[in-house]
């Protein structure tokens, strides 16, 4: 495993890798990072929610409430999430959190709606 | 409308990704674009039957076009080839057009144009990819099937590219009966320019049709390839390609799956969307970029693609045990060897490939493209391979007196 791997830590603020873009797909999303070339997959739309709206809390684990994660599945998305941190998909964020009424779920909301097409 | 439409079954929700992977995507993973049909050499087992360049082949406009669409679906690399893409007059000029649309290129080339001066331009350019082809460890095995001299021109471009200090260069090679036994000189070749080895299977599409049957690896270089693949697989790359390898145990690492018209097809120099690199022939032609609503339109509205997005229910290979790991294999092999598409792959390892073929219908003919636009006139360097051309090395040796002692 090589050292550079991050850690990731939930109670921490996180947000998508600035140069990484997701491409909705209909089971969820494809990940694609500029700078290693590495290539990734979202098995669900509710994941994808939660990469997206990363940013928008304070936490990974607020985000994951905010996007509605049932208390039952939290381990595995903890454990996507900590995937997607070791192949630096998504990274920590130091900025500030945005301010708490700016936490509404609508980041989450939003994503699920349909994609246009 | 839908009514008259065939019932396709539904997408599933949740699952593996390679189940997901067989109703498609909304645009492809792995796209590969031959910018034109022309090339210097003339391989014998050139895919695409490349030589000639095609009149109608995409302008430079209509190519930045389809760099746009490419952008828009968020196809965020494709890969390269021609022909020899690198012998289009505006190849740099699409290479940086490419790149600045945050579509990446992975470039496949037998290395003419990579001097000193196009190296170090490429070894400053990001999110380029080169992949120079190589047949053969040795000149001797390469230049027998890509022609003479391409060996040596091969390296000369590995050296300028390693000494201009591009990073992840990659070496492609095609696996043959030939070469089978080389993996590890190759790995030692790429090894020396700091390359990566990029090996892919050998399919019966374009000319290689024509030398598959001396060609193609034996059941016992499959068995050997495959414990190589799991030896080192890590270190070497494989386009996933030799998943009809994995009904021989372990699955291989990647997608084992035919991405065909789901997550990968072809744009040809004309234009021309087909399932699949390997597939060039109308029976696998989807549409062209040249179409109202281009090619997004071709790759989410097809009906050819849409046939293909979906599980194999039937045929004998579902009743296989083995058929969850290999999937039947590679469509393009079983249809250019004449063999049907819900049956065995023509190198299935469990023997029943051999079987196929071997029942074929010998009064029918194996389907053949009608795309072909290899060299009609000499070729400098032709390949050895099919033995020496019947040109006469001087105009005089066909002389009745030619080598004949008058004195």
Redesign the interface.
Known sequence: MPTTAVAFDPSLPWQKARSV?L?????GA?V?H?GN?K?S?L??RTLVAVVEALAEHPTADATLTACGVPEAQRGTYVKALADLARSNMIEARTSLPPATRRLAADACRQADQPED? | MTAVLPERPA?P??GR?VD?FE?G???P?CLTWELTYACNLACVHCLSSSGRRDPRELSTAEAEAVIDELQRM?V??VNVGGGEPTVRPDFWHLLDYAIGH?V?VKFSTNGIKLDKDRAEQLARTD?V?VQISLDGATAEVNDRVRGTGSFATAVRALENLAEAGMRDVKVSVVVTRENAGQLDEFKALTDRYGAQLRITRFRPSGRGADVWDRLHPTQAQQRELYAWLLANGEQVLTGDSFFHLSALGEALPGLNLCGAGRVVCLIDPVGDVYACPFAIHENFLAGNVRDEGGFQRVWQSSELFADLRSPQTGGACTKCAHFDACRGGCMAAKFFTGLPLDGPDPECVQGYGETALAARDKELATPRSSVDHSHTGPVRGRPTLLGIPAIPAKLCDESPLAGADLG
Do not use: N
Request: no cysteine; glycine share 6%; charged share 25%.
């Open positions: 873009a491409r909705p797909e209909p089971f494809l694609y500029f070339r290539l997959f098995k669900s097409s | 997408r929700i949740g990704l997901q109703y995507l909304d645009a993973i968020q965020f690399y945050d990446g999110y990819d």
